[in-house]
């Protein structure tokens, strides 16, 4: 897959910003991919809320395999039993048909979040019910690869923050924001090298 455009710019620029950065930078190959998939995006997204990569990765091959492929259709189609069956919660299970129902009746349009903002798009995910904030996040990092969103609420984002900097676990409120200013305008990078830093295998949505 084709590497963002701004990706080799991100890494020069970070990697003079922060000394730990540009060590985490050197230590990892590949970058940020996409399946340019805008419901398999989110379905996956949906799937990775609040539990480990390992789990959700799990869950999402069980799905993938019973639906035959992720597509509205398909998910539409499905029981809620059968979407369970796969490990989904009864909640998730809620958020999966309505996404799909959405989709199929054209509510939702993944095309508009080109003219939007980060905060805007933001907003607009968020009107498909069990989209939250991180779940958008993810969809405008893996799906859209915009280059300066920093997931505060991420799991692994805040772990490698600690990990690498010796921060408190939690990182406090004034702590992130130093981070933020310190990588943006290229968050989006500076985000994926941290998770590498704590889990080797790149994270796919």
Wanted: with cysteine.
């Amino acid at each position: 897959m084709i590497e963002p455009a701004y990706w080799n710019q991100a890494k020069k620029y970070l990697s003079k910003k922060d000394k730990k950065l540009n060590e985490i930078i050197n230590s990892f190959d590949g970058h940020l991919k996409s399946k340019k998939n805008p419901f398999y995006s989110l379905c996956k997204s949906i799937i990775g809320q609040q539990i480990s990569v390992q789990s959700a990765e799990s869950v999402w091959k069980r799905l993938s395999k019973k639906s035959k492929r992720i597509t509205p259709i398909n998910i539409n189609n499905l029981k809620k039993d059968e979407i369970r069956s796969c490990g989904v919660t009864r909640q998730k299970t809620e958020y999966l048909k309505l996404l799909s129902q959405n989709f199929l009746n054209k509510n939702f349009s993944p095309s508009k979040l080109k003219a939007l903002n980060d905060e805007e798009a933001i907003l607009y995910l968020c009107e498909n019910k069990g989209i939250g904030k991180w779940t958008a996040e993810m969809y405008l990092i893996f799906n859209q690869n915009r280059q300066n969103i920093f997931p505060i609420q991420d799991i692994g984002l805040l772990k490698a923050i600690s990990k690498n900097y010796n921060t408190d676990y939690p990182p406090d409120s004034k702590s992130l924001e130093r981070f933020k200013a310190r990588w943006s305008p290229y968050c989006t990078v500076a985000t994926w090298y941290m998770w590498r830093s704590v889990d080797p295998v790149p994270v796919e949505y």
